[in-house]
């Protein structure tokens, strides 16, 4: 069966992480295109066989799934300018933006069109990524498979029934890299207090981040499960445990993610105004 073809607009860092995972996926070259205004910093990618345009109308012109990847900024002005070629073309349209909302992407895009949302993150760059989708109404089940299929090059997927699905996603995995940067942030600085060096007590955090994560990940025993089975009566790691929750870490992690969520709303209420 043929593969549709995929036209990236915008192909910067997530875009870039994306394309080249499906192609890490032999997905064919020939089928994809890739644009951004300076086209010439794509010019890897072309010699892998990528179509690759400054031109957003040829490359949309050609697509049967059209992600859109430039800032959220840049959402509004490059959709209306793509709207004559997007309903002629009537393509899928994915868009890995944060902040707009599925029926402002498709009226800037001249309206009655499939729209899908995502919301990646950082770790997609390492095929380590943790993405949400949403479809409108007009998505069908065969481009709910291709929307899938194009995120699962880079980590894993999953749908959110309602679009405020998107917003939670953001406050759990779309922020989430930075919370657990912060976690190893603050360990390796209280290591060093303890009197560790720098390098060890980074060394020594970033294994056992990994590790943890490994663990839960691998056995499938629940996180809460793997921390009591670690936690002896008595032992060392209580007392932390103890101290973390003395200090309410169940609150204090509640309240940050509420935060992100709530910032999230107000950021598509602003971008989507018109
Ligand atoms: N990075 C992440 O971790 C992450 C996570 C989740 C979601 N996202 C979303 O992904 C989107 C892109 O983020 P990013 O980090 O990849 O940004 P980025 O690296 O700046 O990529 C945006 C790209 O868009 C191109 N561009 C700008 N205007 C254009 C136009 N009119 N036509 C064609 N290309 C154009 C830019 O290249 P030129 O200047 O050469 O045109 C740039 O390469 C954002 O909407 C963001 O919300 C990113």
Redesign the pocket.
Known sequence: MNQPTIAF????????AILEGLLSDDYPSASIWA?????E?LSDLAEQGVNTS?D?QTAVAAADVVVI????Q??R??LQ?LAPALQARQPLII?????IDAAALERWAGGDLAVIRS????P??LKRGACGLYANDRVTDRQRETAEQIMNAVGITLWCENESGIDQVIAIS?SGPAYFFLMMEKMIEAGMALGMDACSARKLTLQTALGAAEMAKQTGIEPAELRRRVTSPGGTTEQAILSFERDQLGETVERAMTACRDRAVEMTTQLCKE
């Not at 607009?9 to 870039?16: H, Y």
């Not at 644009?35 to 086209?39: I, K, S, Y």
């Not at 868009?95 to 902040?99: Q, Y």
């Open positions: 607009v915008g192909t910067g860092n997530m875009a870039r644009t951004r205004r300076q086209v910093l400054s957003n990847s430039v800032k959220p840049m959402m002005e490059t300018g868009s890995v933006a944060a902040g919301m990646p993150n950082t997609s760059l779309g």
